[in-house]
C-alpha cells in the first residue's frame, strides 16, 4: 500500500516524538505501529528525513547505533514539536472527510440531477 503525499513526513515526526533516533529505527518504528502496512524503504525514508531536517522540523547527529555502527541520529526541533499537532490535525480532518465521503449515501441532489457524478 503506498503512503499518500504528507503521511510519511508526518509518521516520522511522530517516532521522533520520545527522543533521538537513527534512520533505521524510525523505518521500523512505523513498520511496526502500521503492522507492517507501511514498509519505508530507504530510498523513501532518507529523502524525506532531508526535507524535514531543510524544513528545520529535525535536526541530525552523528552518534553509535546500539549494535555500535556508526549512525545518523534524527532529534524533533522546537519547530517540529509546534508542527506536529496542526499536522495531526490535518490529517484526521483530511481521514474524517474521506470517511464521510465513502460511507455517504446517495445525496438528494443527485437524485435530482439525474443520477452519480
Known sequence: MDLLPGTLELLILR???????HGAGVGEWIRLVT??????????????LHRLERRGW??????????????R?????GSGRQALP???????AYVAAVGRAVNY??????????GER
Request: aromatic fraction near 14%; hydrophobic fraction near 35%; charge should be negative.
Open 105 to 114: 449515501g446517495k445525496p438528494g441532489l443527485w437524485a435530482r440531477g439525474g
Open 35 to 48: 503492522d507492517g502496512t507501511f514498509p519505508i524503504e530507504e530510498g523513501t525514508l532518507y529523502p524525506a
Open 58 to 71: 529535525i535536526e541530525s547527529e552523528w552518534g553509535k547505533s546500539v549494535a555500535g555502527r556508526r549512525a
Open 15 to 21: 517516532a521522533l516524538r520520545w527522543e533521538p533516533t
Open 73 to 77: 541520529f534524527y532529534t524533533l526541533t
Open 86 to 92: 496542526r499536522l495531526r490535525d490535518e490529517w484526521e
